[in-house]
Every structure is written in C-alpha cells, then in structure tokens.
C-alpha cells in the first residue's frame, strides 16, 4: 500500500519540480541558499534530536514527522520527498516502517549525500515475542500467494542509551564528511554529548543495580526491547513493540494482572502519545500506578516547542523505573 503511495507522491513531486524550476522562486525547507549551511533532514525524533545536539546550531536540522502525530502510519508528502532530495545528510531508521524510503532512494540521485541509517549503527535484534503478549496476524502478500511474515528487526534501537553513543557516532561522521569546515565543532559536541549519554548509562545500571526487582509490566505496546537487553530488565506487555493491535483480548489482560498481583508490582506504564486505555484498566484492578515510559517515537507539539531533547526524555525515565522497580532493602 505505502508502495502505490509513493509512486503516487513520486509523480506528484516530479511535477512540482517541474514547477520549481519553472518559477526558480519557491523557498526550499528551512535552507538559506545565500549562507553556506547544511542541512540535515531526519525522519523521526530520535535521529532529529541527536543531529541537533552534534550540530550544535551550525547546521539546519528539520524533522519530516509532524510533531505529536503517529510514527507507524507516517506517510510523506511531496514536500518531505522534496527535502530529502535537497538535503545533505538524510537519517532515518532503516526498519520495517521505513520501506517506503528504501522504495524512494532507489529513485532518487543519493550519491552527493551522506545516509545515515540507526539500524545498521547498533546491533540489531529481532522483535521480541514474550509470555502472555498477543503477537500480530500479519500475512504477506507475494506474487505466489499469502505467507505469514518473517520475524522483523526491531526498529527502536534509540531507546537504549547506548546505542544512542553509537549512532551519534555514526551521525558525527556524516556531518563531518558533509561539512568538513564545521567538523571540529562538530566532533567536540559529539564529545560533550557522549559524556552526558555515559551518565545516563550509569545512571540507568544504578537505578537496576539497586532495585528491589527486575520486571516491568506495560498496558500497551513495548518498543523497550534494548533497554531491557542493555539492563537486565524483565518485561511483560501486550503487544510488541510496533504492533498496530490497541484492543487486548480479555485473557491478556488478566495475564498482565495476574503478573503484577504475584509480584506485587507498583506501576504499570504506558508509551507515549497512548490512549492509556489498557494501563488504565489494569490500575483499576491492581492499584499499581499509571505512568509514562516515554520511547522517544515523537513527542507533542508544546513538547517540541518547549525544545525537549532525548536526554530529557530519558532522564525522566530513570526516575519512573525507579519508581517501579523500587530500592532493595538492605
Ligand atoms: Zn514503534
């Protein structure tokens, strides 16, 4: 389906490119052709917000994701095709959700740019079926018929701290080789900002090094899959991590009851921009608290306003799992 969109979207660019070269005048997104910046375009928050720590402002850095909108049904426009065309460093995920960019840049002239993709910086591991979540009834439609789907790669590989280093590694690459005048900033940021990423690394082994359990429970989706592998987490949920499922079936959620019942479990978390319908019914039958894990896929709009960064994000989340996992009594 995202492939007839995007021979649908390709051939509405073309023409608008046709129109641009026609009328010369139209303004490309965020770039100023009269000062001799890059830019950077990235698909979805996590890539955005890291450009923008190791560019430190000497670089555009725009993001095609609408603020506070859904990462898996994103689908682009032309003006998105449009950016990528004319950016220098282009970042997405390079997972499942993102066929429709390894469909695009089959069709579009890379070869002056830098691309950058987070799954191919990190060890990537498959998604993750664990006991009581509901795996998705996905089949593929091929030209021989319909086959029940490979296992896919888990996409939300930022979500560990540690492969936030790796990957601003790879970005500070790619802004170098793009902009070699800026390339020291750019390294020096990336310095400073592999320091702060080493104190949330310690900072999530000592809220687990001191915890009273292991296991978290999710009423929702669980893209966590690196941080529980980075940490030694437990984790049980209902769906993984890029399902489209929102509905549990009755048994799944009691599953979930009955696990945080045994293990006396205090919270019960939600994802980000999520209904909290499932956590919700879980805490009314528990009392274990409802509260955020955020995963980063994006963040609201007043969030991004207000310039919320990765770090932030995941600074918050070292206290609620310190929360939810508790400290162990000595
Ligand atoms: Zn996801």
Not at 17 to 36: E, G, H, Q, R, Y
Not at 73 to 95: H, M
Not at 119 to 141: F, P, Q, R, S, T
Not at 163 to 181: E, Y
Request: include cysteine.
């Amino acid at each position: 389906m995202k492939r007839a969109l995007f021979t649908r979207i390709l051939a509405i660019t073309c023409a608008a490119m046709l129109c641009v070269t026609a009328m010369i005048a139209i303004p490309a997104l965020a770039s100023d052709s009269f000062v001799d910046r890059i830019s950077v375009v990235a698909t979805i928050y996590p890539p955005y917000d890291l450009s923008r720590a190791v560019t430190g402002g000497l670089a555009d850095v725009a993001m095609l994701l609408p603020p506070g909108s859904e990462s898996h049904s994103f689908e682009p426009t032309p003006r998105d095709i449009l950016a990528i065309q004319d950016c220098d460093v282009f970042i997405y995920v390079g997972g499942e959700s993102d066929d429709w960019i390894n469909d695009m840049l089959d069709s579009l002239d890379m070869s002056a740019k830098q691309v950058v993709t987070l799954i191919d910086c990190v060890e990537a591991v498959e998604e993750e079926i664990v006991e009581g979540m509901e795996e998705e009834e996905e089949e593929e439609e091929t030209e021989e018929g319909y086959f029940a789907r490979e296992p896919e790669y888990d996409e939300h590989v930022w979500t560990s701290p540690r492969n936030a280093s790796l990957i601003v590694d790879k970005i500070t690459d790619a802004l170098a080789a793009a902009d070699p005048a800026n390339a020291d900033a750019y390294r020096a940021n990336a310095d400073a900002y592999q320091l702060e990423l080493d104190a949330l690394d310690a900072a999530f082994q000592e809220v687990v090094g001191s915890a009273e359990r292991r296991t978290i429970v999710f009423g929702d989706r669980f893209p966590f899959r690196y941080l529980a592998d980075a940490y030694g987490l437990e984790y049980y949920a209902a769906f993984p991590g890029c399902s489209t499922e929102t509905e549990p079936s009755a048994a799944t959620v009691k599953f979930l009851i009955d696990k945080i019942r045994a293990e006396d479990i205090p919270v019960v978390f939600h994802l980000e921009l999520s209904n909290k319908k499932m956590a919700e019914t879980i805490s009314e039958s528990t009392g274990a608290a409802v509260r955020l894990l955020h995963a980063a896929h994006n963040i609201s709009k007043d969030d991004f306003e207000a310039g919320l960064t990765y770090l932030d994000i995941q600074r918050a989340n070292v206290e609620t799992l310190r929360e939810a996992l508790g400290e162990a009594s000595e």
